[in-house]
């Protein structure tokens, strides 16, 4: 087993999940964001990794990255609060898609999959260090 690689593929997750994290956290941050720029609600982020596959050496896998950071089209709660600065004619303001506990557990799963891939990490360089006493 080739550790360095396995290092390579590990430190591609841990740079995709801490974008998860980024994004995630926009969406926390923006939970009660009723006009951005565009002057709309905001609109949840969502992101979508994909495999790096090296089928010119033919080692298969080779990392993960992200492969699109999308917005969700699904609406937002419409709700009436007249005394709301950006609430339309009929007293309704467009609240924004995010819903607190899916970002809360994406966050988890998010930090989870972090500290997993951190351990590999470690694990890995432990391992490293212990192969190269051996000869000692």
């Known amino acids: 087993m080739n550790i360095l690689g396995a290092s390579s593929i590990t430190g591609s997750a ?11 956290s926009q969406n926390i941050a923006n939970a009660n964001t009723t006009k951005g720029i565009d002057g709309k609600a905001y609109q949840r982020k969502i992101v979508a990794f994909e495999s790096i596959l090296d089928a010119a050496n033919g080692n298969g896998l080779q990392g993960v990255r992200v492969s699109e950071i999308f917005a969700d089209q699904s ?17 309704n303001v467009q609240m924004p898609n995010v819903n607190m506990a899916f970002e809360m557990v994406d966050m988890m799963t998010a930090t989870r999959s972090y500290e997993a891939n ?5 694990n890995a360089r432990q391992l490293a260090n212990q192969a190269l006493s051996i000869g000692r």
Do not use: F, M, S, Y
């Not at 609406?75 to 007293?91: F, S, T, Y």
């Not at 951190?118 to 470690?122: E, G, N, P, T």
């Open 14 to 24: 841990l740079d995709a999940e801490k974008i998860r994290v980024d994004i995630t």
């Open 75 to 91: 609406k937002g709660e419409l709700i009436n609060n007249p005394q709301h600065p950006h609430a339309d004619n009929e007293g």
């Open 118 to 122: 951190l351990a590999v990490v470690r």
